[in-house]
């Protein structure tokens, strides 16, 4: 029996919700060719320059996908089933701020946490949870019935927590248990044929079709699978050709001709599916839910808080002036013209302003080349990148964005819901998140930084001297 370490189990439980997934909604096979054809384009193009945030057989196998819970007791156990691929928890969203309509979740992704682990296969999930107990949402009466249905129902069976449990403890299972821990995982995200109870589903979906979506119904779903693209731009021209309608924007940071920063994503909206519906009146008959879609994304660097900081600012400036009709309230143009206008048009720059996060390394021929050996002032980081000596490589963006999630959200409701505004909501943030899922929901910020201090820890041993950052 071959024992199978955690990082081949994340790339097969990948494979199966992919194939999974694709056989439910056969548009996301489209999306998936097309994202091929993207990416294979695009590095015959760019050669060795286009695997800069990535190998191409990372981002070629790469997949991001949602899923949605309804109570803390149902966090907590899809973390033990994500920690038996090796995927953690990583940074807290609210989206329930970050949105007009009705969005009630709060959400964090789970995902590799080591570099080594993310160039292995980068799987990750972004995981929301409804927040039920927000009354702007949800009153007494309904809070109590939420309650209730979600405690009732058991979304992941003992057995495959125990085996999860287990490959977590062990770093890994031998081949049957880790074949049946890959069976039972998938199957509980796929499309159920239960019943849905109508009167009740319609009930919360008046509410917010989110909550329907995740306190409506007896099972979770995988809601998309999101495959990364080089060129996000030729994707959503090559969707439209083939008359998929994609949302009428690409979301987070516009095209233009500098370095490419966080993450951009665009969708096709949700699809309507056949479900089994039991009616009112007692008789079962079937009906159609539009709540999966299709979603790809481009990922650039990631930022530091400062980066962060400026991207924030950027965006509101973006507001401010589509709000005053500039651009004729087409976004991502009046974005671009902030970008020109803020955002330094070489990585390069992006480094030596500590925008973003970067590994440094040493090019041992520039080094070579010198007469004078290195000292004083040419160890400052700033000036042994502006020698050559020491080259930065882009650390790419793992994670995700919590306005672009609202915005992907926001673009598959029909309907706003209802909330009410003076009630004062649920406070969550990342340490009450972390109780929830009961394990430490890392800053990625945190993990960025280390990457990042590692790579000059290095450089200082490499050049036997200090290097002032
Ligand atoms: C999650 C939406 C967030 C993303 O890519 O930002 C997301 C959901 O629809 O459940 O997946
Ligand atoms: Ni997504």
Not at 16 to 31: H, I, Q
Not at 38 to 59: C, K, P, Q, T, W
């Amino acid at each position: 029996m071959t024992f199978q370490p955690l990082w081949q189990l994340r790339a097969q439980f990948a494979r199966r919700l992919s194939r999974m997934y694709g056989e439910e909604v056969p548009a996301y096979n489209t999306l998936v060719d097309v994202s091929t054809a993207v990416n294979e384009d695009f590095m015959a193009r760019h050669g060795a320059d286009a695997e800069r945030l990535g190998s191409i057989g990372r981002v070629t196998a790469e997949r991001h996908g949602a899923i949605r819970v309804g109570s803390p007791r149902e966090m907590a156990q899809v973390a033990r089933v994500f920690a038996a691929f090796g995927m953690h928890p990583v940074g807290f969203y609210d989206l329930r701020d970050a949105s007009a309509s009705s969005v009630p979740v709060v959400s964090t992704a789970f995902r590799p946490v080591d570099p080594e682990e993310l160039a292995r296969n980068p799987f990750r999930v972004f995981t929301s949870m409804l927040a039920a107990d927000d009354p702007r949402f949800f009153d007494q009466d309904l809070q109590q019935r939420l309650r209730e249905f979600i405690d009732r129902r058991t979304l992941f069976p003992g057995e495959l927590l125990e085996l999860a449990d287990r490959s977590a403890a062990d770093g890994g299972l031998d081949t049957d248990d880790a074949e049946r821990l890959l069976r039972l995982a998938t199957r509980c995200f796929e499309l159920s044929d239960e019943p849905v109870d109508h009167a009740w589903y319609r009930e919360l979906e008046a509410v917010s079709a989110v909550a329907s979506d995740i306190g409506g119904v007896s099972t979770t779903h995988i809601n998309h699978l999101t495959p990364r693209v080089l060129d996000i731009d030729d994707l959503y021209a090559r969707m439209e050709a083939r008359g998929i309608t994609m949302i009428d924007e690409i979301q987070g940071p516009p095209r233009w001709d500098g370095p490419d920063v966080l993450l951009r994503q665009t969708s096709f909206r949700a699809l309507a599916e056949d479900r089994v519906f039991r009616f009112e009146d007692g008789t079962v008959g079937s009906g159609a839910l539009r709540v999966r879609f299709g979603e790809v994304e481009q990922r650039g660097i990631a930022l530091t808080r400062a980066g962060r900081d400026l991207y924030d600012r950027m965006v509101a400036e973006t507001d401010r002036r589509l709000a005053e009709g500039q651009g004729n309230g087409v976004r991502v143009d009046v974005a671009r013209t902030v970008w020109e206008e803020h955002l330094p048009r070489t990585e390069e720059e992006l480094a030596l302003r500590g925008l973003a996060y970067f590994t440094y390394s040493l090019d041992e021929h520039a080094l070579g080349r010198r007469e004078a050996p290195l000292a004083g002032a040419d160890l400052e980081l700033g000036s042994l990148i502006r020698s050559g000596v020491v080259v930065p490589q882009p650390i790419v963006y793992e994670d995700f964005l919590p306005r672009s999630a609202a915005g992907i959200f926001q673009s598959n409701l029909t309907d706003e819901g209802s909330r009410d505004d003076a009630q004062l909501g649920t406070d969550y943030d990342i340490t009450v998140m972390s109780q929830v899922v009961g394990r430490t929901v890392t800053d990625p910020h945190e993990l960025y930084q280390r990457q990042q201090d590692a790579s000059l820890a290095r450089l200082r041993e490499r050049l036997g001297a200090v290097v002032a950052a």
